[in-house]
């Protein structure tokens, strides 16, 4: 049965950081992609980041470039959305994924976590 748990959300303030951690069970993380996705109040769920089972990123929110990165600990299971410089608008519960590829289309995404909320605010 495959499974993702998010962890490391919570407060902050605006220009911190936070790291999130995706653990995942049930597969390996050499042949499926993981993506970061988050949802803000009355907004749609968006994609963030991806990366692929060879490791390769792909980056799905102008907002976020030069701030997160997303990166993976194969022998641990655990794909990382480092979150720099966070803004309020930041603010969201953030999900993390698995598909076969990066895939553009939220669709293709199949087993989902349960979510960890992050805030940022002053």
């Known amino acids: 049965q495959l499974q993702l748990v998010e962890s490391g959300g919570g407060s902050v303030q605006p220009g911190g950081s936070l790291r999130l951690s995706c653990v995942t069970s049930?597969?390996?993380?050499?042949?499926?992609?993981i993506g970061w996705f988050r949802q803000a109040p009355g907004k749609e769920r968006e994609g963030v980041l991806c990366?692929?089972?060879?490791?390769?990123?792909?980056n799905y929110a102008d907002s976020v470039k030069g701030r997160f990165t997303i990166s993976k600990d194969n022998a641990k299971n655990t794909v990382y959305l480092q979150m720099n410089s966070l803004k309020p608008e930041d603010t969201a519960v953030y999900y993390c994924?698995?598909?076969?590829?990066?895939?553009?289309?939220?669709?293709?995404?199949?087993?989902w976590g349960q979510g960890t909320q992050v805030t940022v605010s002053s």
């Open positions: 994924a698995e598909a076969k590829f990066c895939s553009v289309f939220r669709g293709d995404f199949i087993t």
């Open positions: 049930g597969f390996s993380l050499d042949y499926y992609a």
């Open positions: 990366i692929s089972g060879a490791g390769e990123s792909t």
